[in-house]
């Protein structure tokens, strides 16, 4: 079986899916891992906390958040792994959407701008918009357009939303009138000790929504201990989200009175009755499909469960449909047949991935 190619780029380096990774926590210091291409897995080297990264429509370029270091934006050229600054640059522009964005004070202070959660949106005549979660001078989400026309994209800010206090900005999805979702992962401002009750399941944010006419407003039945990445179903009326200090996962409604809510515990964290949970589930596929290679230690069934939507499992171990492959076994993610989502949502793949194609990962260190 072929193997799909793999690049990698670690924050000190960037691994290279086309899944854009779950924005997570500041990396730790420490010494560099080594940057060194092995087997099928290349590296890019030069990266300062990659936090998350996000495929320019085309997928000739990547874009890549700076989370340490001087901040900024990055685009990686998939082609050569060279990396450009897209922002602050000699290239990019400011323009401010004041009809959209009209309580943003200006752009963000280059000087200060850490980059964290990114999100674009398709536009027409390859020109896109790009959210990104900004750190630094402000707690904001800034938003650009990103011209893929040029030889190297162009990136021109457009406007703000600027948080409140005390949220703390990790993860967005855009919106396509300008708006957008985003999680409070830690509340700034906080002691120590508030990051410890996060980390043992304490509920301490949740997910806002912004838009013109209404600001920023909370995403009900959203709350939980440190919300991390979130994805949005195709017609916009279920949010998947990471929780970083539960170790769950967990999809809710949007615009549904009361809302509606399902989550999953990890096996690790969750005790005895998530493990009977998940016995239960791997029985009852076995039972479905007749096929026990696919269900065991897995939660891929109630993957499948949440997002409703008719597979199998197959003989890889993956959830198989047409329109996704879910992979969440580390070991199965070399397969033809695994797509390597990052596991908040088997939705978010369009497609299944060709052997030739490209993964991008981001691994800051």
Same mark, same amino acid.
């Given at each position: ?41 290349? #590296? /890019?080297? *030069?990266?300062? +906390?990659? %936090? ?7 997928? =000739?370029?990547?874009?890549?958040? &700076? ?63 790009? #959210? /990104?979660? *900004?750190?630094? +001078?402000? %707690? ?7 011209? =893929?026309?040029?030889?190297?994209? &162009? ?211």
């Amino acid at each position: 079986m072929k193997l799909i190619p793999l690049v990698v780029m670690v924050s000190a380096a960037v691994w290279v899916s086309t899944s854009p990774a779950i924005a997570q926590p500041p990396p730790q210091p420490g010494p560099p891992p080594p940057c060194v291409d092995a087997a099928d897995v290349k #590296f /890019v080297c *030069g990266q300062q +906390g990659p %936090e998350d990264l996000v495929i320019v429509p085309g997928g =000739a370029w990547v874009v890549t958040g &700076v989370f340490g270091g001087a901040g900024g934006i990055n685009l990686l050229r998939v082609s050569d792994r060279t990396t450009t600054k897209a922002y602050p640059s000699a290239s990019a522009k400011d323009r401010l959407d004041a009809k959209t964005y009209d309580k943003c004070p200006g752009p963000p202070d280059a000087s200060k701008f850490t980059t964290h959660g990114l999100s674009i949106l398709p536009g027409r005549r390859n020109v896109h918009r790009l #959210f /990104v979660v *900004g750190h630094g +001078g402000r %707690e904001a989400i800034e938003v650009f357009e990103l011209d =893929a026309r040029p030889q190297i994209p &162009v990136l021109t800010w457009i406007g703000c939303a600027v948080a409140a206090d005390p949220i703390g900005l990790n993860s967005v999805r855009g919106l396509p009138d300008g708006g957008f979702i985003a999680s409070n992962f830690l509340p700034r401002g906080g002691a120590p000790a508030a990051t410890q009750r996060m980390m043992t399941g304490e509920k301490n944010g949740e997910l806002w929504e912004w838009h013109t006419a209404s600001g920023w407003q909370k995403v009900p039945g959203s709350e939980a201990a440190g919300a991390n990445g979130l994805e949005m179903s195709n017609d916009g009326k279920t949010l998947y989200v990471a929780a970083w200090g539960s170790q769950s996962f967990f999809r809710v409604s949007r615009g549904k009175t009361p809302p509606t809510r399902d989550e999953i515990l990890d096996r690790r964290q969750s005790g005895s009755q998530d493990a009977d949970r998940e016995g239960s589930a791997e029985a009852a596929c076995r039972k479905r499909f007749r096929r026990r290679d696919g269900c065991r230690r897995s939660r891929q069934l109630v993957l499948d469960r949440l997002v409703r939507r008719r597979s199998h499992c197959d003989s890889a171990g993956a959830i198989d449909t047409r329109h996704y492959v879910c992979c969440l076994n580390p070991s199965l993610r070399t397969s033809a047949k695994c797509s390597a989502c990052r596991p908040v949502a088997c939705e978010i793949c369009s497609r299944q991935l060709k052997p030739s194609d490209t993964m991008i990962v981001s691994a800051s260190a």
